[in-house]
Nanobody, 125 residues
Framework: QVQLVESGGRLVSAGGSLRLSCAAS????????MAWFRQAPGKEREFVAS????????YYGDSVKGRFTISRDNSKNTVYLQMNVLKPEDTAVYYCAASSRFRYGPSAAGGYDYWGQGTQVTVSS
């Protein structure tokens, strides 16, 4: 059974930093794309960042470019999201996703087959 487990979400002040982790188990994703999405209350799920199988190719949503960095450690089957200069509008549940079909990260949620349960990030002003 494939599981993605996110961790690292918490309450942080605006301007602060957080690092989210997502550990996968049940199969390896070293040849597949992984990504982070987020969903704020009353809003649709939003693409945050994706990373290709080797880590060399990354994509970011416009709202996080220059502030967030996605990375992965295939030896640990884990993907990370370093979030800097956090803003109140970054408040959301952050979800990790993994694809069984794509080696490079699509921005559409439909490109991913496995999802974590989410971790809450709250940024206070």
């Amino acid at each position: 059974q494939v599981q993605l487990v996110e961790s690292g979400g918490r309450l942080v002040s605006a301007g602060g930093s957080l690092r989210l982790s997502c550990a996968a188990s049940g199969r390896t994703f070293s040849n597949n794309a992984m990504a982070w999405f987020r969903q704020a209350p009353g809003k649709e799920r939003e693409f945050v960042a994706s990373i290709g199988w080797s880590g060399a190719i990354t994509y970011y949503g416009d709202s996080v470019k220059g502030r967030f960095t996605i990375s992965r450690d295939n030896s640990k089957n884990t993907v990370y999201l370093q979030m800097n200069v956090l803003k109140p509008e970054d408040t959301a549940v952050y979800y990790c996703a993994a694809s069984s079909r794509f080696r490079y990260g699509p921005s559409a949620a439909g490109g991913y087959d496995y999802w974590g349960q989410g971790t809450q990030v709250t940024v206070s002003s």
